[in-house]
Nanobody, 128 residues
Framework: VQLQASGGGLVQAGDSLTLSCTNS????????MAWFREAPGKEREFVAG????????YYADSVKGRFTISKDNAKNAVYLQMNSLKPEDTAVYYC??????????????????????WGQGTQVTVSS
């Protein structure tokens, strides 16, 4: 399993970006995928997640209404459409996958412990 995140960049406040995360190896069963982010000096935090079978989506309060997570089953890919970006969205964004049903425990869905494979991160910088 190798997750590859891409799509980050430097944008101005109010702009949009779309992050992509793909699995470069053979297809495997996802149970959930998610995006986390880590800002300088802060802990890594949950941004958005999606359950693979049901397509149910979940968001951090800070991004609700601005970010949209989606998936492409055929490509084993997950996307994060980010609109109305704010300077406080500046962070390294990581995609993560649950291949071990860790997120069957709903309490794990919003935490790093719910995911056993991680991408390398992509930098998003939002200037004011």
């Amino acid at each position: 399993v190798q997750l590859q995140a891409s799509g980050g960049g430097l944008v101005q406040a109010g702009d949009s970006l779309t992050l992509s995360c793909t699995n470069s190896r053979r297809a495997f069963a996802h149970y959930a995928m998610a995006w986390f982010r880590e800002a300088p000096g802060k802990e890594r935090e949950f941004v958005a997640g999606i359950r693979w079978t049901s397509g149910s989506t979940y968001y951090a309060d800070s991004v609700k209404g601005r970010f949209t997570i989606s998936k492409d089953n055929a490509k084993n890919a997950v996307y994060l459409q980010m609109n109305s970006l704010k300077p406080e969205d500046t962070a390294v964004y990581y995609c993560a996958a649950d291949l071990s049903r860790l997120t069957d425990d709903s309490g794990n869905f919003y935490f790093q412990s719910g995911y056993d494979f991680w991408g390398q991160g992509t930098q998003v910088t939002v200037s004011s």
